[in-house]
């Protein structure tokens, strides 16, 4: 008989202090079918929409640099850092973010997001990365160890491993993804196995909602 394990209060759920900056306590907003794990920190000002994985020991700040938002479908993975300045900010849809990252985006382990900073939809940031003061677009792939700060990185590119893109020109000329590229596709496979996991995980041991 397979056991089944005990729900778990999430108290790393939590509203930011209040500062001179962040002068209202605001709780997060955790949408129905996301998934907290009880080892991950969401603070703040942050809006998490549907079918987003939180995985164990991810920090999201929204103490500091506000709002924060993680598009549905979109997985935040072991280690993962997203935080931002409190000046500066990114808009979309006439709106305005710290940190605004797209749906079925992936930053895998341990990677880091620091606003401000835009991350487009179907995006794989891989381990290890770094995205400050970026726009990232579409259907882009940041290898792992890449660093990207102060640029705009056009749709459906990719950076390669360990590169550090800091000026327009670089980002301007990065490969074009095409049917030869290797990781064409990845971003596609870890998005559905996270999907799962946000839909399996809080009958567990997950926090699975907050509304």
Known sequence: MQAVLPRINNYSVIPNPITS???????PFVSSGAAIHPQAS????????????VAPFASIRGDEGTPIYVGRGTNIQD????????????????????????????LAHQAQVHGPAKIGNNVFAGMQSFIYKSEIGDNVVIEPAAKVIGVKIPANRYVPAGEVIKTQDQA????????????????????????????????????????
């Open 21 to 27: 900056f962040t002068p209202q306590r605001i709780m």
């Open 42 to 53: 969401v603070i703040g000002n942050v809006v998490i929409s549907p079918e987003v994985n």
């Open 79 to 106: 280690g993962v850092v997203i935080h931002g300045l409190k000046e500066g900010r990114v808009k979309h849809n006439n709106a305005e973010y710290s940190v605004y990252i797209g749906n079925n985006t992936s």
């Open 172 to 211: 301007d000329k990065l490969p074009v993804i095409d049917d030869n590229y290797v990781n064409k596709d990845l971003n596609h496979e870890v998005v559905e196995v996270n999907k799962e996991f946000a839909h399996s995980y809080p009958s567990n041991y997950y926090i699975s909602s907050f509304n």
